[in-house]
């Protein structure tokens, strides 16, 4: 059994009922244009998230449980029971519907949009019928592709060089696929993959507020709401989860954090600027380049193809257990040090060379900490 209270009794009944009215009231027109008069839009933003993921999620769990969409219990997974997926579609429906409901669209933000649907739906297939890695990596491919072709590139060789345009287009196509990788790769502990997302969000916001980005800034808000409005059902402080992100859930966090990068200026204050999206990612990063680097170093992959394939418990969180941490204290852990780190990104602002030289020697010292942690736990057979 996944949950204490099943969803039938009254005390769940009445709850639903509860958040379906306080979503129907945040949506009525005299609300909205209430808060936004009052200059509280970013936390509308959030707010109206949260409330449409709290009350999606309940819905695609049960569509879940009806026809069978569950993840059983393996090897190298941490849960004990069935537990149903595809919570990542209620995450996505949230962002979307809140999006939709309060943003015109720019070219860029079609991009971003219409690549994480493909990015969903390749990740729900891959829920429902297991997609082999080198088809989900062919799927990101295109949805990113199609994100370029509205637009949204990264500018970092300067045009003046020769050969740029492509090198851009290269450099966009490598930091799509490893950011959404990277945040799938630690969809393997409740609440870590949609925690991330939360806190990657939330620093996104405040650097776009940082750097005069407003539609950025309400652009993040959504996607913080949310990871937000899913976690109390997937982190539930020591009792297992009642649904999972998914494939879908976290390649959609994972695209869509990449997208909130690329459309972002971050370059106002030469290099330093572009530095601002590493840093409140570096947790995800460091992880998916650390755990390829010693998979190769230690010969369990030998090549690509493998690389895509390979399972095991040897990322952050699997390390930071295997060292007497709970599940929840591994997680929470996660967490502080990505919020460290966002906390460093907004340093960057207006930093001169040597500050932001001192900001990074900050940052690499808390990732240096990690690596010796995974060392000591790797060193114990895990």
């Not at 966090?253 to 997208?259: D, P, R």
């Amino acid at each position: 059994m996944t949950e204490t209270l099943p969803d039938s009794t009254p005390a769940a009944l009445g709850a639903t009922l509860a958040r379906g009215v306080v979503l129907i009231a945040l949506m009525l027109p005299p609300v909205r244009r209430a808060i936004a008069s009052s200059g509280l839009g970013w936390a509308y933003l959030v707010a109206l998230a949260f409330a449409l993921s709290l009350v999606g999620v309940p819905l695609v769990r049960a569509f879940a449980r009806a026809w069978g969409v569950l993840d059983t219990p393996a090897a190298r997974k941490v849960h004990a029971v069935a537990t149903p997926l595809l919570g990542g579609a209620a995450v996505y429906a949230a962002f979307a519907a809140a999006v939709l409901f309060n943003f015109n669209f720019s070219v860029q933000l079609k991009g971003v949009a219409l690549g994480a649907t493909i990015i969903v739906g390749v990740g729900v297939l891959d829920d429902l019928f297991d997609v082999a890695a080198r088809f989900k990596l062919a799927g990101q491919i295109v949805a990113v592709a199609v994100a370029m072709a509205y637009g949204v590139v990264l500018d970092t060789v300067p045009a003046a060089w020769p050969g740029s345009q492509a090198a851009n287009v290269l450099l966009t196509l490598l930091w799509f696929v490893t950011v959404t990788n990277a945040l799938q790769f630690l969809d393997g502990m409740d609440g870590l993959a949609a925690g991330l997302g939360a806190v990657a969000a939330l620093f996104f916001s405040l650097a776009a507020l940082q750097t005069n980005q407003p539609y950025l800034m309400f652009l993040a808000a959504p996607l913080v709401g949310a990871c937000l409005g899913f976690l109390p059902y997937n982190f539930r402080f020591g009792r297992p989860a009642t649904i999972f992100l998914g494939d879908a859930g976290a390649s959609f966090i994972g695209f869509t954090l990449a997208g909130l990068a690329v459309m972002g200026n971050w370059a106002e204050n030469d290099f330093i600027g572009l530095l601002t999206p590493v840093l409140i990612l570096a947790v995800p990063l460091f992880d998916i380049a650390f755990v390829g680097t010693v998979r190769v170093a230690t010969g369990k992959v030998h090549s690509f193809g493998e690389w895509l394939a390979y399972t095991g418990k040897d990322h952050i969180h699997h390390r930071f257990e295997a060292l007497g941490l709970t599940r929840t204290e591994t997680v929470l852990l996660i967490l502080f040090i990505a919020a460290t780190l966002g906390l460093s990104a907004m340093l960057l602002k207006d930093a001169t060379k040597h500050e932001a030289v001192i900001v990074l020697i900050q940052a690499g010292c808390v990732l240096a900490i990690i690596a010796v942690l995974e060392g000591v736990a790797r060193g114990r057979g895990r």
